[in-house]
Nanobody
Framework: QVQLVESGGGLVQAGGSLRLSCAASGSIFSIRTMGWYRQAPGKQRELAATITSGGSTNYADSMKGRFTISRDNAKNTVYLQMNSLKPEDTAVYYC?????????WGQGTQVTVSS
């Protein structure tokens, strides 16, 4: 089992920045990929960004150039730096880890971008 604790969400004006953090605990030795997904009201959950244990990253097209994912393996923490935020980035952001035993999800953190 892996437990995930997210922080850093909130309300920001368009054009602003936020940094999300997700700290993992438990069976952290089994973690391979870490990342973030998001779900806007009335929409399906979608990929934001992922990062492998080796540091390879993957971003959704709409977030490339604005969002940066990083990972501190010593702290078992993944970050999502979000710049140039837009109202359409408003969503609940979920931390995600893929382990040898399957995926685990955080409880979600709300990000609201006002116009």
């Amino acid at each position: 089992q892996v437990q995930l604790v997210e922080s850093g969400g909130g309300l920001v004006q368009a054009g602003g920045s936020l940094r999300l953090s997700c700290a993992a605990s438990g069976s952290i030795f089994s973690i391979r990929t870490m990342g973030w997904y998001r779900q806007a009201p009335g929409k399906q959950r979608e990929l934001a960004a992922t990062i492998t244990s080796g540091g390879s990253t993957n971003y959704a097209d709409s977030m490339k150039g604005r969002f940066t994912i990083s990972r501190d393996n010593a702290k078992n923490t993944v970050y999502l730096q979000m710049n140039s935020l837009k109202p359409e980035d408003t969503a609940v952001y979920y931390c995600y880890v893929r382990t040898v035993n399957g995926p685990f999800w955080g409880q979600g953190t709300q990000v609201t971008v006002s116009s």
